[in-house]
């Protein structure tokens, strides 16, 4: 199993400013995910990000408003940029083992409110 | 992309009352299918892994049966309590991504 730590837990933003996401596991995982729920709607997978490289976006979702880093095996970032009211969602962070095995482990969440 | 879908989409029980909930995806073309329950202000806790057509799992009172033919995971809990009110969610897993549903709110009230 992994315990993931994502902070801040939940932070009131102004409209146009920009939010990091920490997001720790500890222990070296393979792959990290970062997911958005927005109000009645299911997870959705923004992107996976990639350990020294470029986070792989999801359609939807583009590097310039969701930049992501993932420097080593167990820490990652998404920073929220730009933010406007569609914005205000809940952020988790994900993480597994393997790709096509075992199951996903989350954090528990930030959730973001825009003014 | 796997459209899938839950329902109902909120449920109210009395303590003790026994429920279900469903799982619908039009495809099976994936390795498992996962549930997990959300507790608000907590992370997703995984319930069950089923990776075959007609896999039942069990977990104290909460159990699931999995139909990969006709496209569907049922979630049942007998005796239910105020703790497990929580929203339960599935996911298909294809190995690269999970597709999760919206979800199942379950309120159990006391």
């Given at each position: 199993s992994a315990v993931i730590s994502q902070k801040p837990s939940r932070d009131i933003c102004q409209r146009g400013t920009s939010l990091t996401i920490q997001c720790q596991v500890d222990s070296q995982v393979t792959m990290m995910f970062w997911y958005r729920q927005q109000p009645g709607q299911s997870l959705t997978l923004i992107a996976t990000a990639n350990q020294g490289s470029e986070a792989t976006y999801e359609s939807g979702f583009v590097i310039d408003k969701f930049p992501i880093s993932r420097p080593n095996l167990t820490f990652s970032t998404l920073t929220v940029s730009?933010?406007?009211?569609?914005?205000?969602s809940i952020y988790l962070c994900s993480a597994r083992s393997g790709r096509g095995t075992g199951e996903l482990f989350f954090g528990e969440g930030s959730r973001l409110t825009v003014l | 992309i796997l459209n899938v879908e839950q329902s109902p989409q909120s449920l109210h029980v009395q303590e003790g009352d026994s429920t279900n909930f469903t799982c619908s995806f039009?495809?099976?073309?994936?390795y498992a299918l996962h549930w997990y329950r959300w507790e608000t202000a907590k992370s997703p806790e995984a319930l069950f892994v089923m990776t075959l057509n007609g896999d039942e799992k069990k977990k104290g009172r909460i159990s699931a049966t999995l139909n990969t033919k006709e496209g569907y995971s049922y979630l049942y809990i007998k005796?239910?309590?105020?703790?497990?009110s929580a929203t339960y969610l599935c996911a298909p897993d294809t190995g690269n991504q999970f597709y999760f549903g919206t979800g199942t709110s379950l309120t159990v009230i006391p």
């Open positions: 730009n933010m406007s009211p569609e914005d205000s | 039009p495809s099976s073309n994936f005796g239910s309590q105020p703790e497990d």
